[in-house]
């Protein structure tokens, strides 16, 4: 590798089928992959398997699969055939879904379960912190898909040893299997830290996710209403938003909406005090009921991938607040269609004065909205098949 490549910044993924934002509103360097469909025109009829730890269908699940399903409907749509190996609870799609154990037994199972496939042309292993190690038991070509690193939710989410344990394999193990294969993620963030890791910015690839068109938009709630959605889990730290409501809703008044459900939601029911509505998992109509209706999202989550509620929100012209943390940096611009704050204070701050604020909040709203209606599921399927085609061509010159 030259010195040139060496010393490029941990931004320079390419960025591949992307008509928003463009590299250079990133920082990124948009050199063209070594073979792309310019040069070979689209290839279909490959079998595809992701290796993923869960299904859309599981109620565990997040951003990382919901980028998993779209991807794969749409390799599907353009002629692929794609299968989605996953643990836990699964429904019927219209590309194959085949269920391989449970939330831990599928790592020991995957090997056995994909050799019963029979056979593909590509592997997409989602890295979810703990890797399935699939160059170990498929000498296919590979992606790594990796929709953002854990750093510090290893020692959120597990006791000491086995946090070191999982921060070791996530962050030398799992480069060290794939250092021969693409990696592709969603966001600078993601993509700056997996350069961090050691991995080579020319093998790190980055698509961006979509947002489906929302239904006609409703009226926007003519009282102070605050809405925090998603999955109820300890990073997204929904118990920071209860305690900083306490100080807020003094000043501005109106309700705080928690829709979601998740292992943190008996402690958010126990936790919430006056004016916060704990509604559980909402349907789809009550989703862009809700979103459309608030007058701003809040998000204190500590990391994200990317944060698609966020653009979510965004494309109904709803702002957001949320910290200056990786994945969030990424789908909020800080002043244009949204605010990202350092500390609680400045959270408390933000979130007080843009609810006193009519006019600034009409115009981040209509920002953000201008922004999300131009991210398209069929761009991020657009360039995930170049990254399919990069990735095969790889695999085929090593041969």
């Not at 929709?147 to 921060?167: F, I, K, Q, S, Y």
């Not at 608030?294 to 949320?322: C, D, F, K, Q, S």
């Not at 244009?336 to 979130?351: C, D, I, K, P, Y």
């Amino acid at each position: 590798m030259s010195h040139e490549l060496q010393g490029m910044s941990a931004q320079a993924a390419t960025t591949v089928g992307w008509d928003w934002p463009t590299p250079a509103d990133q920082g990124l360097t948009a050199e063209a992959p070594p073979t792309s469909q310019e040069e070979t025109g689209p290839v279909t009829g490959r079998h595809i398997v992701f290796v993923s730890w869960r299904d859309l269908a599981n109620p565990r699940a997040g951003g990382s699969e919901v980028l998993v399903d779209r991807l794969a409907d749409g390799m599907t749509a353009r002629g692929d055939q794609v299968t989605v190996l996953c643990g836990g609870p699964v429904a019927e799609r219209r590309y194959r879904v085949v269920r391989n154990g449970g939330t831990y037994t599928q790592f020991l199972r995957a090997p056995l379960a994909y050799q019963r496939l029979g056979g593909c042309d590509l592997v997409v292993e989602v890295c979810n912190g703990m890797p399935f190690f699939a160059p170990a038991w498929s000498r296919r070509p590979m992606v790594c898909l990796v929709n953002h690193v854990h750093t510090e939710l290893w020692d959120v989410r597990l006791p000491r040893p086995l946090a070191t344990a999982g921060r070791y394999t996530e962050s030398v193990l799992m480069p060290w299997a794939h250092r021969k294969n693409l990696f592709l993620t969603v966001s600078s963030s993601t993509a700056a830290a997996l350069a961090e890791l050691g991995v080579r910015p020319d093998q790190i690839r980055q698509v961006c996710n979509g947002v489906e068109p929302p239904q006609p938009l409703m009226p926007r709630s003519p009282e102070p209403l605050f809405l925090a959605l998603g999955r109820l889990t300890d990073y997204k730290r929904i118990d920071l938003l209860l305690r900083l409501w306490d100080r807020v809703r003094h000043v501005v008044g109106g309700r705080l909406v928690i829709a979601g459900d998740g292992p943190e939601r008996a402690r958010i029911e126990a936790l919430a005090g006056p004016g916060v509505v704990v509604t559980g998992r909402v349907s789809e109509e009550e989703k862009h009921r809700l979103l459309c209706s608030a007058w701003m999202l809040l998000h204190p989550a500590m990391i994200e991938g990317w944060g698609i509620v966020i653009v979510e929100a965004a494309i109904r012209g709803t702002p957001g607040i949320g910290f200056d943390v990786p994945g969030l940096r990424d789908s909020v611009v800080d002043g244009e269609t949204g605010l990202l704050v350092r500390n609680e204070g400045q959270f408390a701050s933000a979130w007080a004065s843009l609810a006193l604020d009519h006019r600034t909040r009409e115009i981040l709203g209509r920002n953000a909205r201008e922004r999300a209606l131009r991210l398209h599921w069929s761009a991020a399927v657009e360039g995930f098949a170049q990254v399919a085609d990069e990735a095969m061509a790889r695999g085929a010159r090593r041969r």
